[in-house]
């Protein structure tokens, strides 16, 4: 049986319609508490983890309409990871004013299991407010060693609501994927939404980063809109 090691964060902002007493006598209804939400799944961390399987994710997420406010939800923060399993899943959801989710950032994923890996890297941010990205992997890297490895690069940017913002996506930013010798798949799949009018939605698969799929039979494919 397939051991699991899973990490999970999120978090919800608390704003919402309140009542407090007026200085001039009876009760006023206003908008209160804080529309920011920060949940990273694994923060500034140096492990090595020893199990089959690797899941991670992380949620940070604003409901309602707000003007102002940040939603950011981060997979892995400043951390490094040694993983001796084949199968690493890693992903990361925000939604609300301005979302921003990150699967990995300023992190390195290095896979030490000799078989065939497979790393799915998911971010998806949803927009109801004035901007909104989305990053698989910033400053980051990940090292997946010889096998016949296949990884997939899932993002998404997209208004939602009365959202009415510019939405950006992207896979990989300033970061590195190696995987050394074998047949290897690489997928990147990278799509921005908007409604809104007078807004933007741009989509990247790669920018300022390398993919090294070493020797072999590789292929890489792209779904970038």
């Known amino acids: 049986?397939?051991?699991?090691?899973?990490?999970?964060?999120?978090?919800?902002?608390?704003?919402?319609?309140?009542?407090?007493?007026?200085?001039?006598?009876?009760?006023?209804?206003?908008?209160?508490?804080?529309?920011?939400?920060?949940?990273?799944?694994?923060?500034?961390?140096?492990?090595?983890?020893?199990?089959?399987?690797?899941?991670?994710?992380?949620?940070?997420?604003?409901?309602?309409?707000?003007?102002?406010?940040?939603?950011?939800?981060?997979?892995?923060?400043?951390?490094?990871?040694?993983?001796?399993?084949?199968?690493?899943?890693?992903?990361?959801?925000?939604?609300g004013a301005n979302p921003y989710a990150l699967a990995m950032d300023y992190s390195r994923l290095y896979m030490l299991g000799g078989g065939d890996k497979v790393v799915t890297l998911n971010a998806h941010s949803r927009l109801t407010g004035r901007y909104d990205p989305s990053w698989a992997m910033r400053n980051s890297s990940l090292y997946t060693g010889y096998g016949n490895d296949i990884i997939s690069i899932t993002t998404s940017a997209k208004t939602v609501g009365r959202g009415n913002g510019n939405v950006e996506t992207t896979g990989l930013e300033r970061s590195v994927i190696s995987t050394g010798y074998g047949n290897d798949d690489v997928c990147l799949d990278n799509q921005a939404w908007t409604s809104g009018w007078n807004s933007t939605a741009r989509a990247t698969g790669m920018r300022d980063s390398v993919i090294d799929l070493g020797s072999g039979s590789n292929v890489i494919t792209a779904n970038v809109k």
């Open 1 to 95: 049986m397939a051991s699991t090691i899973s990490f999970s964060s999120s978090s919800t902002s608390s704003s919402g319609w309140r009542w407090r007493r007026s200085r001039w006598g009876g009760w006023r209804r206003w908008w209160g508490g804080s529309s920011y939400a920060n949940a990273a799944a694994i923060n500034g961390q140096n492990l090595f983890l020893d199990a089959d399987v690797l899941n991670v994710s992380a949620a940070a997420v604003d409901s309602r309409w707000r003007s102002r406010g940040t939603q950011r939800a981060t997979g892995l923060l400043n951390s490094n990871i040694a993983f001796t399993g084949n199968r690493a899943n890693i992903s990361a959801f925000a939604q």
